[in-house]
């Protein structure tokens, strides 16, 4: 989480200097030079079922293929810190949609996580701090990034049923490889007119990063965690989303952390602790 974080405000001075489609394509090529031996399935791992393979290929799609487009939009048209703070909306969002496609129970805590999270968000949008930055979009790059929450969401829930099927490892490789795929039509296109020669060393090297933290190490660090520890447990680190990417904006990109962002940014952690703290055994929820 700390990972995803990282990359969600540190992609912001990607999309400056590439263009969005040709910097997805071109982290999931970098995932796949990566980690090809990763694709080889354990002998003592069964085949893939069709059921499996469709959730293998929707995986992808919401949790790569669409994310990497709302999110790497969604920030170029807002700040690192307001990503952070919807972004906080991950988990509530993921208990809401458990409870809709899963049929598992929702505590009333949760309902108020999410309206927590709504509370940050609206203090974003009624303050409109990021308007001059963004060319007055900041509105849609935080509906962007919105869209970006519901298909992370989807991709925990998506996760939840894969990872007792398949190993972390394989799980990486092949929705990368399904990213890859979705991509390329769109990469190739963007990449016919640009100029590789444009972006600095700097900005290749923080390609290297972004790429094998967004198309290998978190992936591959969340799945593990989902297959040894209950989800629930796992839900309480997503607090480290919205704490890196605030921290990364305002320390690394230098954006401004006044009392309304602050607010928004306590309200989106108050949301995260709602949703995913445990509580006593009997506890009233």
């Given at each position: ?66 994310f990497s487009i709302f999110m790497l939009y969604g ?17 509530a969002v993921v208990a809401v949609m458990s409870w ?186």
């Amino acid at each position: 989480m700390s990972l995803v974080g990282s990359y969600v405000a540190l992609s912001k001075p990607l999309v400056a200097a590439i263009p969005v489609f040709l910097l997805a394509w071109l982290r999931f090529a970098i995932g796949a030079l990566a980690i090809p031996h990763w694709l080889r399935r354990p002998t003592n791992e069964p085949p893939p079922t069709p059921h499996v393979r469709r959730l293998l290929f929707l995986e992808s799609l919401l949790g790569n293929f669409l994310f990497s487009i709302f999110m790497l939009y969604g920030v170029s048209m807002t700040s690192a810190v307001s990503a952070g703070v919807i972004m906080a909306a991950i988990p509530a969002v993921v208990a809401v949609m458990s409870w809709a496609f899963l049929r598992e129970r929702v505590a009333p805590r949760v309902w108020a996580a999410v309206a927590c999270a709504a509370g940050g968000i609206a203090l974003l949008a009624l303050g409109r701090t990021d308007a001059g930055a963004a060319g007055g979009q900041s509105w849609l790059g935080n509906l962007l990034i919105v869209g970006a929450v519901l298909c992370e969401a989807s991709y925990a829930v998506i996760g939840k049923k894969l990872t007792g099927a398949i190993g972390p490892r394989r799980i990486t490789a092949v929705v990368n490889l399904w990213g890859l795929a979705l991509m390329t039509p769109l990469g190739l296109w963007q990449a016919w007119t640009f100029d590789f020669g444009s972006p600095g060393a700097g900005t290749w090297a923080l390609l290297l990063f972004y790429s094998l933290a967004a198309s290998v190490w978190s992936v591959w660090l969340w799945m593990t965690g989902l297959r040894t520890l209950p989800a629930a447990l796992g839900g309480v680190f997503t607090v480290m989303l919205p704490v890196s990417a605030a921290a990364v904006g305002v320390l690394v990109l230098g954006e401004p952390f006044g009392l309304l962002q602050a607010s928004a940014f306590a309200l989106a952690l108050a949301g995260v602790l709602l949703a995913t703290l445990p509580v006593r055994p009997g506890a009233v929820r």
